[in-house]
């Protein structure tokens, strides 16, 4: 499959695409627009954004077709061995997850506009950039011999995983670990402070790479866009994320937030990428893919995107435990007492996660998934005095599942956890990921082995909670919060 991207009026907003698909040798083609993106598990029904939709053979004739859902075309092809799709795709929204153009950025995710033929998902594709000869392009994908603006994937796939900003005005630097590549890429009324920005960003992508022990891809880029109003939004991908921050004060506020994101969505290199739930291997692009697990691929990344920046020595203590707390409000303050589980929740993303939704239903897998990654990586630390840990898990989900890249199960992530345990984990899983109890005096069972405790105090439980966090004067504790803050990875036996 061939994509041509063209943005001939760029304050129209509008982005003109071209689809060719050759070796076409059945009476009938269906061609796919993707209903949802990878990380954001929603129906997004990208079709609504196209303005267009026509389809010829290469003489040009028009081919027939019709809609046989909201976003699928059956093609009559006549014969024809090839045939070309033209569209144009509405893009005036920019976040981590769309695609925008204008006179001086495309900023393209290809899985919001690029269409697919049904049982051709496996073949190489190609994606043709018009842009003028002095921009830059970042992007995951390679680039052909031929231009930086003729990119090649090995599929579909791997197409739709790889978002892409061309810009005259683009930012960039690079730093290595092991030999990796990682690049830094931002568009936007920013100055980065690029010596800063490799220091930190390079502790933080060692402390990573060192839990795994390797890195999944070849290279790696962060592709981020700093607007001038406040934003917040990050997106995983194959070798790449995608950022999208604001505002351009330049503050500290915005450094923090771009730190925090860029490490969570590095470990979502290994999880969820690689380590990716059984239902979701291979994505199916038309439906709803329902999976249980999302507290492990969200919740586990949200614990690990700020802890380890306390590993690496970019976050301090202070800072660490702010960043705590803020997770312990969110969680608190808004579904402390909800009745939906972290698996029921997981489920029911695909029906209204991403919304604020009905007072009292359900549980952020990222804030509430968290805790529980909290509790489970200080049960482990506190019975094996420091020895084993939620690294262990991970390490062995990567192995099993990530590396092999066959997906897991909650039976497998359960079964993992209980081998690093060296014991059942029933309680565990049946009051933190099974139940919807409030999970308050559990962590404070847990936070006070490392010298912290929360107050909470609701006068009926539900209506504007005060959520604290504070150290205990516990020399032992404190103790202990340094051996599990300042984490020395040990390996796993065996």
Not at 213 to 220: A, D, H, I, L, S
């Amino acid at each position: 499959m061939y994509y041509k991207i063209t943005c001939p009026l760029p304050a129209s907003r509008s982005i003109e695409v071209e689809c060719r698909l050759t070796g076409i040798d059945t009476p009938v083609v269906e061609l796919q627009l993707p209903s949802w993106r990878p990380g954001r598990y929603e129906l997004q029904n990208f079709a609504k954004n196209l303005q267009r939709f026509e389809l010829f053979d290469t003489e040009g004739r028009r081919l027939a077709c019709h809609k046989i859902t909201k976003d699928r075309w059956r093609v009559q092809t006549n014969g024809v061995s090839e045939l070309v799709a033209r569209y144009t795709y509405y893009s005036n929204v920019i976040n981590a997850g769309s695609s925008f153009s204008d006179d001086r950025l495309l900023y393209v995710n290809p899985v919001n506009l690029c269409l697919y033929a049904e049982g051709r998902l496996s073949e190489p594709c190609t994606l043709e950039l018009g842009i003028p000869s002095d921009w830059t392009v970042a992007c995951g994908l390679a680039a052909s011999d031929e231009s930086p603006a003729l990119l090649k994937a090995a599929d579909f796939y791997e197409l739709v995983d790889c978002p892409l900003m061309a810009s005259p005005d683009l930012k960039h630097d690079q730093y290595l670990i092991d030999g990796v590549p990682f690049h830094v890429w931002i568009h936007g009324n920013f100055k980065p402070d690029w010596e800063r920005i490799r220091h930190d960003f390079s502790r933080f992508s060692e402390a990573q790479l060192r839990l795994y022990g390797e890195f999944p891809e070849p290279e790696y880029h962060f592709l981020t866009i700093v607007l001038p109003t406040a934003f917040y939004h990050g997106v995983e991908h194959r070798n790449s994320t995608m950022l999208v921050l604001g505002p351009n004060d330049e503050g500290e506020g915005l450094y923090t937030d771009l730190l925090g994101v860029a490490s969570h969505e590095l470990f979502h290199a290994w999880n969820v990428i690689r380590i990716r739930p059984a239902e979701l291997l291979p994505y199916d692009f038309t439906r709803e893919n329902y999976f249980s697990t999302c507290f492990v691929a969200e919740g586990v990344t949200t614990y690990y995107g700020d802890l380890m920046l306390r590993r690496a020595g970019v976050f301090d203590d202070a800072a660490y435990l702010k960043e705590l707390h803020v997770l312990f409000k969110r969680h608190f303050e808004a579904s402390g007492r909800a009745f939906q589980s972290l698996v029921e929740s997981s489920w029911d993303l695909w029906l209204d996660g991403y919304d604020k939704g009905v007072p009292h239903r359900k549980v952020s897998v990222y804030h509430k998934g968290a805790i529980a990654a909290l509790i489970l990586d200080l049960h482990l630390r506190r019975q094996t005095d420091h020895l084993r840990s939620l690294d262990e898990v991970m390490r062995l989900m990567w192995d099993r599942f990530g590396k092999p890249f066959i997906g897991y199960t909650l039976e497998d992530y359960r079964a993992v956890a209980e081998e690093v345990a060296g014991e059942s984990l029933d309680w565990y899983f049946d009051r933190c990921i099974f139940g919807n109890e409030p999970l308050e005096d559990l962590l404070n069972e847990y936070l006070a082995f490392v010298g912290l405790h929360l107050d909470y105090d609701a006068a009926d439980h539900t209506a504007n909670p005060s959520v604290l966090l504070h150290s205990l004067p516990d020399i032992d504790g404190q103790l202990q919060r340094d051996r599990w803050l300042s984490n020395q990875v040990v390996p796993v036996a065996g």
